[in-house]
C-alpha cells in the first residue's frame, strides 16, 4: 500500500510538450492505471525516488493548453487543481513547456500559478532551443514568475538531477497573482473566499468561471458557487478571452526580458518539408494507405506465432489440469471455464502490442495529427471527426482501447457516434470465425493468376464491416441535433523521431489496460457460460454416459469417438442447447438450425467461442479446438435434414458471416460503452441497434442466395 | 482573386497578415489559447488536399483548422 504521507507531485504541460517522456524518465516501469475517484479518466501515476533517498508519487496529467478544458480528458485536469482539499491533492506541480516557443506553455505556466499550488517550470527542448540559437536568462526568468525553474531535456533525461533536486525541496506557495483580476469579479470573489473558505482570488475565480468542473464541491456548495454567481450577474466564460489577452501581454515582456538571443522559426523548414510530400493530394493519401496495409499486414502476420503459442500454452494447460485434478465441478471450472476463458483474453495481447505500437509510433512522430487533417473532410460528411480515424482504425484490432481512444473528441456528437459504430469494424477476434466459414464455403483458387478468392472474401468482409461503420454514422448524424459546436483547432507539431522507450511504456499501459478491463467481463461471462453449458435440466448430463451408450447399441463406439459423442450429447442437454433450441424457431429464417443456435449463445460473451462450441458440438472435442482442418471437415459432412443436402450450403455460410460481421457479440465492449458514456442508453441501443442490422442483413444474404 | 483577404480563410498558400480581431467569440478563446492572437503576424500555408482544413502559422506553432473556423479570423494584410 502506499505510504500515507508520500508527497504528490502533479505534471502538467502543452500537448507535445514532451510530459510523457518526463513522465517515463521521473518514474521508469514503477507506473500503475488507476482511475481518479468517481469519474472514467484514467490516471498515470507512478513512484520516482529523490535526490535525498525518499520518494514521490508523480501524476501525469492529460495535454492541456489551458485550465479552461474542452475534452473529458481536459475536464480532469481543472478539477484536480482546483480542488485543494481532496486526498488526492498534489502537492507540487511541475509545469512542463517547450522551451523552442515558450509563449503557450507561460501561458498555462501562469494559470497554475495563480491557483496557487507549489509550482515549477521545467524547460524542456532545451537541446532544440541551443540548436536553434535561442538562449534565456533563466535566473531573471525564475525571479520575475517567482518559481524555480529547470532547464531539461526530457528525451535524453538531462537536468533530471536537478528538478528533483528542485521538488525535494520545501516549496511555498507562489505569493504574488500574475492576474489582476476584473474589478467587477472582486466582490464574488471575496464572497466566495469568505463563504467557502476558497485559498486564493483566482481559484475563487475559476470556481465562477468554471460551474462544470466543481464536481468535487458538496452540493451545498456548488449551491453557494451558483447563487453568488447569479447575484453578481457573472456569466461563465465571459471574461475568458479578456484574461487570456491579459496573460499574453504579461508573457510578451516577461519573454523580450528574459530571451537574450531570438531566433527565427527556420530550423522547423525540414518540417514543412515533410508535410508537402505527407499532406500532398496524391503522395499523402497514398502513403496514408500504405501505413495502414502496413499495419494490417503486420498485425495479422505477427501476431499469429505468438497467437498460435497462447492458444497451445492454454488448451495443454486446460488438458493438464483436467489430468492432475479430481473429476468434480470445481476442476470441471476452473479447466472449462476459468482456463479457457483468460486465455480468451491473453490471445489478443499480441494483436493489440502490434496495434498500439504502431498508433504511438505514429503520435509520436507528429503523423497522427496529419491523418486528422488528411481525414476531416470526409469524416465529417458522416457526422465523424477527424479525429475518429483513429478510433476507427483501433477498432480492427479491438473495440475496447479504440473506444477509449475516443477520449480525445472533444464535441459530445462526433465522439458519441465514433463510439457507437466503432465495434462495426471488423476486429480480431471474428478473425477465426471468418477464416473457419470462408474455408468451408468459398473454394481455394486463385483469380487473375496471383489473387486468393478467400483472401478476397476476407477482404470484402472488412469492407463490409467498414462500409456499415460509416453508413450507420451518416444515419446518426441525421437523427442526433445537438447545438453543440464542433471544431478542430489543432496544433500540427514539428516532425520528431517517436522517442522507443515512450513507444514501449504506451504498449505496456494499453495492453495491461485491456487485459484487466476486459478480462474482469470476459472472466464473468465464460464462468456463466461454463455453468449455462455444463448444466441442464433432468438428468441427461449427469446420465450422458448411459444415454450415449443406450443410443449408440446397434453401433458400439469406443474411445474418443464414445467421448467426443458424450460431449456433444451433454452440450445439446445443457441449458445452452436448451436456449439453443428454444431460438431455432427465429433463426430459422435466417438458415440456421440449433446447433448454430448454442454457437450463437455461447459467442454472444466474445465472438471467438464460435469455432469452439462448434468444435465440441459436432463432437470433436475441445481438445482438437485448434485443428481447423477437422472442424472444418466435419462441418463440411454435417447433413441437413431437411433437404438431405450440405447444412453449411453457401447460402448458410454467407448468412453467418454477414452475422458475425454486424451483431454486437461481445459483451467487453458493451461494458467498456457503459463506462464511457457513463449509462445503459447507448450500450443498450448499439446491442439493439447491431443485433438487427446483423439478422436482417443475414436473412436477406441467406434468401437472395438460396 | 485580387481582392484583398479579410480572414484566414480567404488567404492564399503562402499569404501573411496581420490577426485584427476574431467575428466569433466562443472560439476565439480557442483560438488565442492555441496563439492566435491579435497583432501576431498569421502565414497561411498550405490546405488539405480536399481544400478543408488548413494550416497556418502564427505565433511560431503550426495549426490546423477548418476553413470555418479560419473564417472567424480576421485580418489586415
Not at chain 1, 472449462?336 to 509520436?364: M, T, Y
Request: with cysteine; net charge positive.
Amino acid at each position: 500500500m502506499a505510504i500515507p504521507n508520500r508527497q504528490k507531485v502533479a505534471l502538467v504541460g502543452n500537448p507535445n510538450s514532451g510530459k510523457s517522456s518526463l513522465f517515463n524518465q521521473l518514474t521508469g516501469l514503477k507506473q500503475k492505471i488507476g482511475n481518479f475517484p468517481g469519474v472514467t479518466v484514467e490516471k498515470r501515476s507512478g513512484i520516482t525516488t529523490l535526490p535525498d533517498g525518499s520518494s514521490m508519487e508523480v501524476i501525469d496529467l492529460p495535454g492541456i493548453y489551458s485550465i479552461y478544458p474542452r475534452s473529458l480528458d481536459e475536464k480532469i485536469v481543472a478539477e484536480i487543481l482546483l480542488d485543494h482539499h481532496a486526498p488526492s491533492t498534489p502537492d507540487k506541480v511541475i509545469v512542463i513547456a517547450d522551451a523552442t516557443n515558450l509563449k503557450r506553455g507561460l501561458l498555462l505556466l501562469s494559470q497554475i500559478v495563480d491557483i496557487g499550488l507549489p509550482t515549477i517550470l521545467a524547460l524542456n527542448m532545451m537541446d532544440l532551443v541551443a540548436k536553434a540559437g535561442i538562449s534565456y536568462d533563466i535566473k531573471n526568468l525564475s525571479k520575475k514568475l517567482g518559481i524555480p525553474v529547470i532547464p531539461i531535456n526530457a528525451r535524453m533525461g538531462i537536468g533530471l538531477e536537478e528538478l528533483k533536486k528542485a521538488i525535494s525541496k520545501p516549496l511555498a506557495c507562489p505569493s504574488k497573482s500574475i492576474f489582476r483580476i476584473w474589478d467587477e469579479a472582486k466582490a464574488p470573489v471575496q464572497e466566495l473566499r469568505d463563504s467557502l473558505g476558497v485559498d486564493n482570488d483566482y481559484e475563487a475565480y475559476q470556481f465562477l468561471e468554471q460551474p462544470k468542473s466543481l464536481s468535487f464541491l458538496s452540493k451545498k456548495d456548488q449551491e453557494v458557487v451558483n447563487e453568488v454567481r447569479e447575484r453578481f450577474h457573472f456569466f461563465p466564460g465571459k471574461f475568458q478571452g479578456a484574461e487570456t489577452i491579459q496573460r499574453y501581454g504579461f508573457i510578451q515582456d516577461l519573454l523580450n526580458e528574459v530571451t537574450l538571443r531570438q531566433t527565427d522559426f527556420s530550423w522547423k523548414n525540414y518540417s514543412r518539408k515533410i508535410d508537402r510530400i505527407l499532406t500532398h493530394k496524391v503522395w499523402g493519401y497514398a502513403l496514408f494507405f500504405a501505413i495502414l496495409f502496413l499495419i494490417f499486414q503486420s498485425i495479422f502476420a505477427w501476431a499469429t506465432f505468438p497467437m498460435d503459442m497462447i492458444d497451445l500454452l492454454f488448451a495443454n494447460l486446460s488438458r493438464y489440469l483436467h489430468s492432475v485434478l479430481p473429476a468434480g465441478p470445481l476442476s470441471s471450472l476452473l479447466a472449462d471455464g476459468i482456463v479457457p476463458g483468460i486465455g480468451g483474453i491473453v490471445i489478443f495481447v499480441p494483436q493489440i502490442a502490434i496495434l498500439f505500437a504502431f498508433i504511438s509510433i505514429l503520435e509520436e512522430s507528429g503523423y497522427m495529427a496529419r491523418v486528422v487533417f488528411l481525414m476531416d473532410k470526409l469524416m465529417r460528411k458522416f457526422g465523424l471527426n477527424g479525429k475518429s480515424v483513429v478510433p476507427l482504425m483501433s477498432g480492427v484490432a479491438c473495440a475496447i482501447p479504440a473506444i477509449m481512444a475516443t477520449r480525445t473528441i472533444d464535441n459530445w456528437k462526433e465522439r458519441t457516434i465514433t463510439i457507437f459504430v466503432t465495434p462495426l469494424m471488423s476486429c480480431s477476434a471474428r478473425l477465426p470465425v471468418f477464416t473457419i466459414l470462408i474455408a468451408l464455403i468459398v473454394p481455394e483458387q486463385k483469380v487473375l493468376g496471383f489473387f486468393n478468392l478467400q483472401g478476397i472474401a476476407l477482404m470484402a468482409l472488412y469492407l463490409l464491416g467498414f462500409v456499415a461503420a460509416l453508413g450507420s454514422a451518416w444515419v446518426m448524424k441525421q437523427i442526433i441535433r445537438v447545438k453543440e459546436r464542433s471544431f478542430l483547432i489543432m496544433e500540427l507539431p514539428t516532425y520528431r523521431v517517436p522517442r522507443w522507450t515512450n513507444v514501449g511504456y504506451t504498449i505496456v499501459e494499453k495492453t495491461k489496460a485491456f487485459v484487466v478491463e476486459a478480462g474482469k467481463i470476459i472472466m464473468s461471462i465464460s464462468i456463466v457460460l461454463w455453468v449455462l453449458a455444463s448444466y441442464g435440466p433432468g438428468d441427461h448430463i449427469p446420465k450422458a454416459r448411459e444415454y450415449v451408450l443406450a443410443e449408440t447399441q446397434a453401433s458400439p463406439l469406443s474411445g474418443k469417438n464414445l467421448e467426443d459423442r458424450i460431449a456433444a450429447y451433454k452440450l445439446e442437454h445443457s441449458y445452452a442447447g436448451v436456449i439453443g433450441k428454444a431460438l431455432e424457431p427465429g433463426i430459422q429464417p435466417l438458415g440456421y438450425d440449433w446447433k448454430i443456435g448454442i454457437a450463437l449463445v455461447t459467442s454472444f460473451a466474445a465472438r471467438e467461442v464460435f469455432v469452439g462450441t462448434m468444435a465440441t458440438i459436432y463432437s470433436i472435442g475441445s481438445s482438437a479446438g485448434d485443428n481447423a482442418a477437422t472442424i472444418k471437415t466435419r462441418m463440411r459432412e454435417e447433413i441437413d435434414p431437411l433437404t438431405g443436402g450440405p447444412r453449411f450450403t453457401p447460402a448458410v455460410g454467407f448468412s453467418l458471416l454477414v452475422f458475425y460481421t454486424f451483431a454486437m457479440q461481445c459483451m467487453s465492449t458493451l461494458a467498456v460503452v457503459y463506462r464511457e458514456t457513463k449509462g445503459w442508453k447507448w450500450p443498450l441501443l448499439q446491442l439493439c441497434y447491431m443485433t438487427a442490422l446483423a439478422y436482417v442483413s443475414a436473412w436477406i444474404v441467406f434468401h437472395v442466395l438460396s | 482573386m485580387s481582392e484583398t483577404p479579410r480572414n484566414v480563410s480567404e488567404m492564399r498558400p503562402g499569404d501573411v497578415g496581420i490577426i485584427a480581431g476574431f467575428t466569433d467569440e466562443y472560439l476565439s478563446v480557442k483560438l488565442m489559447e492555441m496563439g492566435c492572437l491579435p497583432g501576431a503576424p498569421v502565414r497561411f500555408n498550405f490546405k488539405a488536399p480536399l481544400g478543408d482544413p488548413i494550416c497556418i502559422s502564427v505565433s511560431g506553432y503550426e495549426l490546423s483548422l477548418r476553413i470555418e473556423e479560419a473564417a472567424t479570423i480576421s485580418i489586415v494584410s
